[in-house]
């Protein structure tokens, strides 16, 4: 029985037989890995994934799907809202020393929390591969200075190196989305600074909070009402101030 692609769930099924074989090759995964996919759908990934690692992992909230997944015993099926499973406790039940390596083609529709809610599981993470929308991509990628950094570049960069990887067509869907897609390579550092990700959150929420406007109009009145002493350039918008530049004021701060 055909499946028909829920838009609550923001399905966009990939059928296209080229951009699989390429994102395949670009994930390359090898047997005995700890691969997790997010949202398999009907497989188009899955099966050339599986075909390579022999084992894998996959989330799906579609309870159809899901059913239809199950059947099959290499696969270990979750069940779930992506948003209410536990990554670092994926980590823990890999093989000893194994990181997570974490795929998917992403419901576009609610792709930022995702990625927000795979934040504190990084350290145990080798890498992550997603289909995004094209503009999130160039968004999570993008350099100071550009109309696409904000918010999302800063609370990714600094704890990842992110690189799109490959362009993707609405055609290579079923149903075609009304978006352009890209592919994202997410590769967490080894050793990041050791700042406190909700203090930086807030930060970097307050400075681009209204970003056409000088600093010392948002993040500087945030700054005197913690008591900051320091030295810190309010005299710039949030969107010329460097990954580094934050990490900086949140450790600054996260020390007092």
């Not at 499973?85 to 997570?100: C, E, K």
């Not at 109309?147 to 960069?157: A, E, F, T, W």
């Not at 978006?179 to 080894?190: C, G, I």
Request: with cysteine; aromatic share 6%; net charge neutral.
């Amino acid at each position: 029985m055909k499946h028909i692609p829920r838009k609550r769930f923001g399905q966009h099924f990939l059928a296209d037989a080229a951009v699989i074989d390429a994102i395949v090759g670009l994930i390359d995964p090898r047997p005995g890995q700890a691969l997790v996919e997010i949202g398999p759908g009907l497989g188009a990934m899955t099966d050339p994934l599986v075909a390579r690692c022999e084992r894998l992992t996959v989330v799906e909230l579609d309870r159809d799907l899901a059913a239809r997944l199950r059947k099959r015993a290499e696969l270990q099926v979750i069940e779930s809202d992506v948003l209410r499973v536990d990554f670092s406790a994926l980590a823990s039940a890999a093989a000893a020393g194994d990181r997570l390596r974490i795929v998917g083609n992403l419901p576009y529709n609610i792709s930022t929390p995702i990625l927000f809610h795979l934040l504190p599981a990084a350290a145990q993470v080798e890498d992550q591969h997603f289909m995004l929308q094209k503009e999130v991509v160039e968004r999570m990628a993008a350099a100071p200075c550009s109309k696409d950094y904000g918010r999302l570049s800063v609370m990714l960069q600094w704890r990842y190196d992110i690189e799109s990887v490959l362009d993707v067509p609405p055609g290579a869907f079923e149903p075609p989305p009304r978006v352009d897609s890209a592919v994202v390579r997410m590769l967490p550092f080894p050793a990041p600074p050791a700042v406190d990700a909700a203090l930086l959150g807030e930060l970097v929420a307050t400075a681009f909070s209204q970003r056409r406007k000088l600093l010392r109009h948002t993040l500087g009145k945030w700054l005197e009402a913690r008591g900051f002493g320091g030295s810190f350039d309010t005299q710039r918008r949030a969107e010329e101030v460097p990954v580094s530049d934050f990490v900086a004021l949140a450790l600054t701060l996260g020390g007092r």
